[in-house]
């Protein structure tokens, strides 16, 4: 008795042969249509805009008429708004990145911690922009202001930095830590001078990518209700700002053709200012990580 | 005893003791790990806050409309002056809409993407081109929505001439692209982790890449697939200002993908962009709103971890 009859595997074998190709290049071009996509957007936006990118664009602040509207006050709103979602962020995260690897025991309150960390990640947006609404603008009275918005812009990309960060502070191997005790030196000592500087570069990669994010979202604004067009610069910390995606929303909306390319332009200097965040972040990846 | 330094009479042991006894020590020691705590409790809080936020304020709309008319309601009218309507459906049917469309174009082509990836492309290849998806899921929303708009939108319409220019098929794709990365780069992880060993068994057999692919790969990463196509799908749902954008404001409930439709999301940005007053109905409609999209996601989140743990092949 025959098990396996040649003939018909080498009939067989030439059409299976020629599917594993067809199938390969189906994929292939799948592929190339998400990155040509990309390419797409991206010739369209800079075609459109880049005649618009002149030193008026970047003096004037938002109008009604697209030739004398601006971006100063959204790309310094931007600016400022950073520099608040930084440091809040940044301390929360890594704080609670440090308790949940370094002093947490393992039990239910770190595993609720834990799932309550992914769960928050998987909200969307604009329900942020709910809780700063009642929360900080309300509750708090802190106004439409740069504040509101740092506070809740904190929170929402609090997630990706405590995850990043305890990524980071996972990586250090538990022998630097352990030759740092038997040194005599106390917890706190061994978290500062030891895991802290080995972990840095992850952590700092990882905030600015989540920081990234946050100088790109828009719909947590539009709720908290921050005003699109300003004639003025923020002062304070409790003053009123606008921000670049906020500024390009209301372009986008217009319906004269002209904000179209003034939309586009707007859009190519977040583009630019996300690309330099992004390299300073993939720079301090490469540069300073040590892999153990 | 020396008062400090180096004295010769002290050992190691005692140096550190008299090290440990500083006050200042001490008190940094004890007060870290309760600072720590508090820093995390925020992310415990935040959830909190926003449970509570949601609840307190759609209770407080539920006083005014009756719970069955907003969840079986056909008719969402808040601005309709006399007698407002606020019936739920067509909003989540705008929704569904547009995340059934993007599942369409995200699954077929992030699967596909990810098989390249994994089972096809050389290392360089990989290397090259991971970085890029990476890249497009990083595009801002925003800008998604200006693409959608300004460019999907007129396309569409060369091809469906009664296409409108607020419609709902130009955001499903727009958003489909924005999904696929995710779907694409998580699915290949899924793939990734299969063990060579099972390839090589199968390939030892006879069976052709594709056949390894499909038959052998794809089983065994599916729980991991099914897990990324369902968080995908659940950041569609939650999407805002592409639909926002390029959708429109008109909730409709039907299953035309041609016309001006209204998601949830997009509803909380209209009244929000408007100046709805505090205390409103209609102030309060968009908690409510943003409770329903809460539980979506929320539900599609926890199904996701189920599927991943639940189903995971472990080798």
């Known amino acids: ?292 | 005893m020396a008062s400090h330094g180096l004295g010769k009479e002290q050992s190691i042991q005692e140096m550190i003791a008299k090290s440990r006894n500083k006050k200042g020590k001490k008190f940094i020691e004890k007060l870290m790990p309760i600072i720590l705590v508090i820093t995390a409790l925020i992310s415990v809080l935040t959830t909190i806050g926003i449970v509570f936020t949601l609840i307190f304020e759609t209770f407080e709309f539920f006083q005014r409309v009756s719970i069955t008319d907003y969840l079986f309601g056909k008719e969402w009218l808040p601005f309709s002056g006399s007698e407002p309507l606020y019936g739920i459906l067509p909003l989540v049917l705008g929704t569904l809409k547009v995340s059934v469309i993007a599942a369409m174009v995200a699954v077929p082509l992030g699967i596909a993407a990810a098989i390249y990836l994994s089972e096809y492309a050389s290392d360089k290849t990989r290397r090259t081109i991971k970085p890029i998806l990476e890249v497009l899921a990083g595009v801002p929303t925003i800008v998604y929505g200006f693409f959608a708009l300004s460019f999907v939108t007129p396309l569409l319409q060369q091809l469906i001439p009664s296409l409108k220019i607020f419609n709902a098929l130009s955001p499903g794709i727009v958003v489909g692209i924005m999904i696929l990365p995710m779907i694409a780069s998580l699915s290949e992880d899924a793939m990734s982790s299969v063990p060579n060993s099972i390839r090589e068994g199968a390939l030892a057999l006879g069976a052709t890449k594709l056949e390894v692919a499909i038959k052998v790969v794809l089983p065994a990463a599916l729980s991991g697939i099914i897990a990324s196509v369902v968080l995908a799908v659940s950041r569609a749902i939650g999407e805002t200002m592409i639909v926002s954008l390029a959708g429109g404001a008109t909730p409709t409930f039907d299953l035309d993908v041609t016309g001006s439709i209204q998601t949830m999301t997009a509803y909380i940005v209209q009244v929000s962009s408007g100046d709805a007053g505090y205390g409103t109905t209609i102030y309060y409609s968009i908690y409510a709103v943003g409770f329903t999209l809460f539980v979506f996601t929320l539900i599609m989140n926890l199904l996701a971890q189920y599927i991943s743990k639940r189903f995971r092949e472990e080798y």
């Open chain 1, 1 to 292: 008795m025959k098990y396996i009859d040649d003939t018909v595997v080498m009939k067989r074998m030439k059409s299976r042969l020629k599917f594993n190709v067809v199938w390969k290049t189906i994929f292939l071009l799948a592929t190339l249509l998400a990155l040509l996509t990309l390419v797409i957007l991206l010739v369209r936006i800079v075609s459109q805009g880049a005649g618009y990118l002149n030193v008026d664009f970047f003096n004037n602040f938002g109008s009604r008429f697209a030739d004398k509207a601006g971006i100063k006050a959204a790309l310094i709103g931007s600016v400022y708004l950073m520099l608040i979602i930084a440091p809040v962020s940044m301390i929360l995260g890594v704080g609670t990145a440090l308790y949940l690897e370094e002093y947490a025991k393992k039990n239910k309150f770190t595993a609720f911690i834990q799932m309550n960390i992914s769960n928050l990640a998987g909200v969307p947006s604009i329900v942020f922009g709910l809780l700063g609404l009642t929360i900080f603008v309300r509750m708090l009275m802190l106004g439409k202001s740069l504040l509101a918005a740092g506070f809740t812009m904190s929170l929402l990309i609090l997630p990706v930095i405590i995850v990043a960060s305890q990524e980071a502070i996972r990586a250090v191997p538990k022998e630097q830590r352990e030759a740092s005790y038997g040194m005599g030196a106390t917890k706190w000592q061994t978290i500062t001078r030891v895991v802290l500087p080995a972990a840095v570069p992850g952590i700092l990669t990882g905030s600015i990518l989540a920081l990234s994010r946050a100088v790109g979202e828009t719909a947590p604004l539009v709720v908290l209700g921050i005003p699109v067009i300003l004639q003025f610069l923020p002062d304070g910390l409790l003053s009123q700002f606008t921000t670049l995606p906020l500024q390009i929303y209301d372009w986008a909306k217009r319906p004269q053709e002209a904000f179209q390319f003034v939309a586009s332009a707007g859009i190519i200097v977040l583009m630019i200012l996300l690309v330099i965040m992004n390299s300073i972040a993939i720079f301090i990846r490469n540069k300073f990580q040590k892999r153990y």
